[in-house]
T-cell receptor, first 106, second 112 residues
Framework: KNEVEQSPQNLTAQEGEFITINCSYSVGISALHWLQQHPGGGIVSLFMLSSGKKKHGRLIATINIQEKHSSLHITASHPRDSAVYICAVSYDKVIFGPGTSLSVIP | DGGITQSPKYLFRKEGQNVTLSCEQNLNHDAMYWYRQDPGQGLRLIYYSQIVNDFQKGDIAEGYSVSREKKESFPLTVTSAQKNPTAFYLC???????????FGPGTRLTVL
């Protein structure tokens, strides 16, 4: 069993829809990260959180430490949000999830 | 601008040849990392370095080698011993002991 799992694996949405990507993990962590990988391959860090909730623009990330679960929400989705979203957890090392491929259609 | 550069973006090599991937950062970060990404899998750690002239094996170090002669540079050599070298390679850096890593644009290596 992978230490970090994400669902769904692939997601297609219409522009304007509310999107949720889930991440579950099985180890004790010091922080959880949400990353965005663009089609060209570059990776950008979106959030690093260890408790509660963070918001940046149309993106919201939440974490439930007791349930070992995090969600990334995108409100009013746009085609430029199309990317792979990666969840990663850190303790004495960083473990990456397999990613969720999001396609937002106009 | 501060950041991480990797070159080249695309690299083709014949089987049996060693190839070196470049990674340079001007963020003044102590720690640097090399990851490999394969379709449908999470990034896997190849090597990391906390400080100049020191580096440690990651989870999949076999068939790879690195050096850290300068703080800014952490080149990765994919040797002929690496059985399946075709992949996307990402370099990252961070302040050591701090979890957030900054990534380069990646190099896509294809071995023919």
């Amino acid at each position: 069993k992978n230490e970090v799992e994400q669902s769904p694996q692939n997601l297609t949405a219409q522009e304007g829809e509310f999107i949720t990507i889930n991440c579950s993990y099985s180890v004790g962590i010091s922080a959880l990260h949400w990353l965005q990988q663009h089609p060209g391959g570059g990776i950008v860090s979106l959030f690093m959180l260890s408790s509660g909730k963070k918001k940046h623009g149309r993106l919201i990330a939440t974490i439930n430490i007791q349930e070992k679960h995090s969600s990334l929400h995108i409100t009013a989705s746009h085609p430029r949000d199309s990317a792979v979203y990666i969840c990663a957890v850190s303790y004495d090392k960083v473990i990456f999830g397999p990613g969720t491929s999001l396609s937002v259609i106009p | 601008d501060g950041g991480i550069t990797q070159s080249p973006k695309y690299l083709f090599r014949k089987e049996g040849q060693n190839v070196t991937l470049s990674c340079e950062q001007n963020l003044n970060h102590d720690a640097m990392y090399w990851y490999r990404q394969d379709p449908g899998q999470g990034l896997r750690l190849i090597y990391y370095s906390q400080i100049v002239n020191d580096f440690q094996k990651g989870d999949i170090a076999e068939g790879y080698s690195v050096s850290r002669e300068k703080k800014e540079s952490f080149p990765l050599t994919v040797t002929s011993a690496q059985k399946n070298p075709t992949a996307f390679y990402l370099c990252a850096s961070s302040i050591w002991g701090y979890n957030e890593q900054f990534f380069g644009p990646g190099t896509r290596l294809t071995v023919l």
